[in-house]
């Protein structure tokens, strides 16, 4: 579950991680109103005023803006708020701008000796372990840095049995070329973001820049911030972060449904049961001359209410040209997916307009093929085996 800026930051400020201060605003005069009680509480006269949305580059996109006093602070949030964001990370629609973040300016007008860092905590999938991945190269795109001077990304593993160990943070603190109080605050700052990330049940910490500001100190500017879903039964409170409106509106009816539904681009739909079945899908799809129009687990169970659901949910999808059916009957028989897809389709009449091709295998699959052939009017075609079911995707995208 992907996390605001403000959000990201009121978490790494509960684990002692320092970060540039800021109130969230939804309207012009709420910024205003934000800008003057950061006045009151940090005695800054410059603001920044940041888009909050689910994505990265915002301010390539003109969603990050310096104010110098209020009048353009209640300017810049108006012209941001309500816009449509275009960044290198959204797609060329770009995400609608609900609320902005209204922050103190921690680059201090006038002085010139602030460093940028970029640190992040997130698993080392070739390990299993966690690890912090850092440089000196702060605030520009951690992808570019990795492509033309490498030699400038730095990790370091973390033991799960241990955790992040200070001499680690400090090692981080000398690669990044820091010394004095700045070598110090920033061996704080690593041990204390890596304990965040560990604590919340993260799945990344990202913050480009960590800023050492010209008196020294090291806090965190920006926050990409990431939750384990899986892990939010332990954390109520961060479950309430979720931001719908930054989701794809058809996963969220489907999460809301109990499906597992991810939207991908390509033109056949998946309904399977099983993420492992539901991969082999996808691979079985891009081998017949398709692409995968989205990932969908319907689970353990699937009567004919769950398969219409489905159904309705695929066929959101304009670009869907067929729809793939790739059952395997364990506990679940065949012949009832079978009557489930028969009765969903008479339920849905003309709201089905692409050729379905049903796969299903395992407890009573023969009877479930023939309880489908049986069926007169219906656009639905069965089939057995992988192979099969492949040459009939071919067969309906010719």
Not at 151 to 171: C, H, M, N, S, V
């Amino acid at each position: 579950m992907n996390l605001h800026e403000y959000q990201g930051k009121e978490i790494l400020n509960s684990f002692g991680v320092r970060i540039q201060r800021g109130i969230v605003a939804s309207t012009p005069e709420e910024a205003v109103a934000a800008a003057k009680q950061l006045t009151d509480e940090t005695g800054t006269s410059w603001y920044v005023v940041k888009a909050q949305v689910h994505a990265g580059g915002r301010g390539k996109g003109g969603g990050v803006k310096l104010a110098k006093n209020l009048d353009e602070v209640k300017a810049i949030s108006d012209e941001i708020i309500g816009m449509r964001l275009v960044t290198p990370q959204t797609s060329a629609e770009g995400k609608l701008v609900n609320q902005v973040l209204i922050a103190e300016d921690v680059y201090y007008p006038g002085e010139s000796k602030t460093e940028e860092f970029y640190v992040s905590v997130l698993l080392n999938r070739a390990t299993g372990k966690n690890m912090v991945m850092y440089s000196p190269e702060g605030g520009m795109d951690i992808e570019e840095v990795a492509e033309k001077t490498p030699e400038l990304i730095f990790t370091e593993e973390i033991d799960p049995a241990t955790g992040i160990l200070p001499f680690q943070a400090r090692k981080i603190a000398f690669n990044l070329g820091l010394s004095g109080v700045a070598f110090k605050e920033m061996s704080k700052f690593v041990m204390a973001l890596a304990t965040a990330y560990e604590k919340s049940d993260a799945a990344m910490f990202e913050i480009n820049p960590v800023l050492k500001t010209s008196d020294d100190k090291i806090l965190a500017v920006d926050a990409k911030v990431s939750l384990d879903e899986n892990a939010l039964f332990r954390h109520k409170d961060f479950a309430e972060l979720r931001d719908v409106r930054e989701e794809h509106p058809t996963e969220v009816e489907a999460k809301e449904a109990g499906l597992n539904y991810v939207a991908l681009d390509g033109n056949v739909g998946c309904m399977v049961n099983g993420a492992g079945l539901a991969m082999g899908t996808m691979d079985l799809i891009k081998q017949a001359g398709g692409d995968p129009a989205n990932f969908l687990d319907v689970g353990g169970t699937a009567d004919a209410k769950r398969v219409e659901t489905a159904f309705r949910i695929i066929l959101k999808d304009p670009k869907v040209k067929a729809i793939l059916v790739n059952i395997f009957g364990g506990i679940v028989r065949c012949d009832r997916v079978a009557q489930g897809v028969v009765d969903a389709y008479k339920n849905m009449g003309d709201s089905i307009n692409v050729p379905i091709i049903v796969r299903l295998q395992g407890t009573n699959a023969v009877e479930a093929k023939e309880l489908i052939d049986a069926q007169d009017g219906l656009d639905v075609i069965s089939a057995t085996e992988f192979q099969e079911a492949a040459e009939k995707v071919q067969e309906v995208l010719a």
